[in-house]
């Protein structure tokens, strides 16, 4: 008879011989099985994207996929110039960016350098998503096999968790939050410890490396799966205090674990913390980024069972598609409530419910969201949302735990119907998990084109710029005009620029998109490309002021030239930075180049 998970807690298993185990083999091929499962549902809701896997990406957010496309370019090109991975100054220069306070997912970039190189950003971009969505729920459906359900089941787990709306919305431009295979695989740990499998030393080893890995790929991720661990460790500490007088091991693994992920992170993060240039704070607006009550039961427009009622509603939130995370569905919440209570007494049950419980109700943030209408009624996240990391924090992204909880109730639910419901259960489990999973079921993503390179870029012809040089690339980038950085990796960083999309300090040390204001220069050139100037810009319109402030700016800078590229409103790009720079250009490969005069 197969021993309980509840009865493992706290005990120590004795290590197994696998030359004696007739089923491994068999486990294995299931393992694969499933793995090779999940990647071609990960295709299919990808398989948009892999008519041109080089230019193809996710529509819906753009810029912020440029954005990670433009790390991934920079790690792989830190790798073969040998430079500083965690402070670059090929952007915002010269002040530069420090790339432990971004997304910068420095270890898949690091590992995917050959592909990086070889087929290009979008491309590694395209194949990390594929593994961010198969990854996560092979983790799903192993955390759920470490908790001794079955393996049918357990399958169920990962498709919740790794295709639910919470990891799908991360799909769109987030990739550092939708590689959350960390989560599930981490807390497997995290069990491993309280089991007392393997000793607290190996088990905190491995705990404190996945750790340090989860960190350098995305310290969001991380945040997350800690405060799952916290919040599963009270429930189970609560449910068994006679665990308390078996604190050792655990309290032992967990600070071999702690260390060993400082012995991993302590260089990047004296950088983070104590390198230039740092920040402190969020750059996003306080309280805004959380979940909608209503979000729990009404589908976002992505889904494939959405009627168009509710689609209206859905895309009313404040955060837009990529942050509409919480949605469950009726069915898988009606299915949760009842397997917790009727199941009470099984330790996982316990433990899987009311942590989810618990990251639901502090993904809704500090005040109540409900339809749209913040009512101000104060929920807990508003206790800890003014504390260091906390305050930096998205509260709704907490929801892709609270899926990962829900899979897991789900799986452990249908894995125990058979034997409590003898004949008949077996069909009963499977007809609760299809109508718990249909409503989970997202349409396939829609595609847009990563930016059109001038071949300027893509040739020897950017060599007429000084290798390392600081060129002024327009249309300005910013947050919201990403091209000039999908440029710029195309030339391989043969220059720094100005400008750029990242988070940095502004005057005040704070975070901020952007991080100081773009200059007077770099601001007019923007409004332009906008159309703020009308007709073409004449000396009337750019005042000599102005022009003594370019030439200011342009020195202080060290900018060596001018490239613009495609834009709006090109033609009044081209005037006005003729009559900036006091020349006229040359046109090349697609681009305007104006050439300036080294200042040294």
Avoid at 267 to 292: E, M
Avoid at 323 to 340: D, F, K, R, S, T
Avoid at 492 to 520: C, L, N, Q, W
Wanted: net charge positive.
């Amino acid at each position: 008879m197969r021993e309980t998970y509840p009865l493992q807690i706290g005990t120590r298993v004795q290590a197994v011989d696998a030359t004696r185990q007739p089923g491994l083999l068999l486990g294995t091929r299931s393992h694969l099985l499933i793995a090779t499962s999940y990647l071609i549902l990960t295709f299919l809701l990808t398989i948009n994207v892999w008519s041109d896997p080089t230019r193809n990406i996710i529509a819906g957010n753009s810029n912020d996929t440029g954005l990670y496309c433009w790390w991934l370019a920079h790690t792989a090109h830190a790798v073969v110039s040998l430079s500083d991975p965690f402070v670059t100054h090929l952007a915002n220069a010269p002040e530069g960016i420090n790339a432990l306070w971004n997304t910068s997912v420095l270890v898949p970039g690091l590992l995917l350098t050959p592909l990086t190189l070889a087929a290009g950003p979008v491309f590694s971009y395209n194949l990390l998503v594929v593994l961010a969505f198969s990854l996560s729920a092979f983790g799903a459906y192993l955390f759920a096999c470490r908790l001794a359900v079955r393996t049918t089941a357990a399958f169920i787990a990962g498709v919740v968790y790794g295709f639910s709306p919470a990891i799908v919305g991360a799909g769109i431009g987030h990739l550092s939050t939708l590689f959350a295979p960390a989560i599930p695989l981490l807390l497997c740990l995290v069990v491993d410890i309280f089991k007392g499998s393997r000793g607290p030393s190996r088990n905190g080893t491995l705990l404190g490396i996945g750790a340090g890995l989860q960190l350098l790929t995305g310290e969001e991720v991380l945040f997350i799966t800690a405060i799952t661990a916290v919040l599963g460790i009270a429930v189970l500490v609560l449910s068994r205090p006679s665990l308390l007088r078996q604190a050792i091991n655990p309290t032992r693994a967990l600070t071999i674990s702690l260390l060993s992920c400082l012995a991993l992170t302590a260089l990047p993060l004296g950088v983070q913390f104590f390198g230039s240039p740092r920040s402190h704070g969020s750059p996003f607006l306080a309280n805004f980024y959380k979940s909608d009550l209503t979000g729990l039961y009404v589908p976002p427009a992505r889904q494939l069972l959405v009627s168009s009622a509710q689609a209206r509603q859905a895309a009313t939130f404040q955060g837009g598609p990529a942050e509409y995370m919480n949605y469950l569905g009726w069915p898988l919440l009606i299915v949760c409530v009842l397997a917790v209570v009727l199941g009470f007494q099984d330790l996982r049950l316990r433990i899987a419910g009311l942590t989810g419980v618990l990251l639901a109700v502090l993904a809704l943030g500090s005040t109540l969201l409900a339809k749209g209408v913040e009512t101000g009624l104060r929920l807990p996240w508003n206790l800890v949302a003014k504390i260091p990391i906390f305050d930096s924090a998205l509260p709704n992204r907490l929801s892709m735990s609270t899926a990962l909880m829900a899979g897991l109730v789900l799986a452990l639910a249908v894995d125990r119907l058979p034997s409590r419901l003898g004949y008949g259960g077996s069909l009963t489990a499977v007809t609760i998990a299809v109508v718990c999973i249909l409503p989970l079921v997202p349409r396939p993503y829609s595609i847009e084109r990563s930016p059109d390179i001038p071949t300027f870029f893509t040739t020897d012809a950017v060599k007429i710029l000084p290798k390392g040089s600081t060129v002024l690339v327009l249309p300005y980038p910013t947050g919201i005009q990403t091209a000039p950085m999908a440029w710029q990796t195309a030339a391989r960083f043969h220059f720094s620029m100005p400008g750029g999309y990242f988070i940095g300090p502004g005057p005040d040390g704070k975070a901020y998109m952007g991080g100081r204001r773009p200059t007077a220069t770099a601001q007019l050139l923007i409004d332009v490309e906008k159309g703020g100037l009308a007709g073409v810009p004449t000396p009337t319109q750019i005042a000599q002021a102005q022009i003594t402030q370019a030439q200011g700016d342009f020195a202080r800078l060290g900018v060596r030239a001018v490239v613009l590229g495609p834009a709006n409103h090109r033609g009044e790009l081209r005037d006005a930075v003729t009559l900036l720079v006091g020349s006229q250009p040359e046109f090349r490969d697609g681009v305007y180049i104006w050439r300036l005069p080294s200042r040294t």
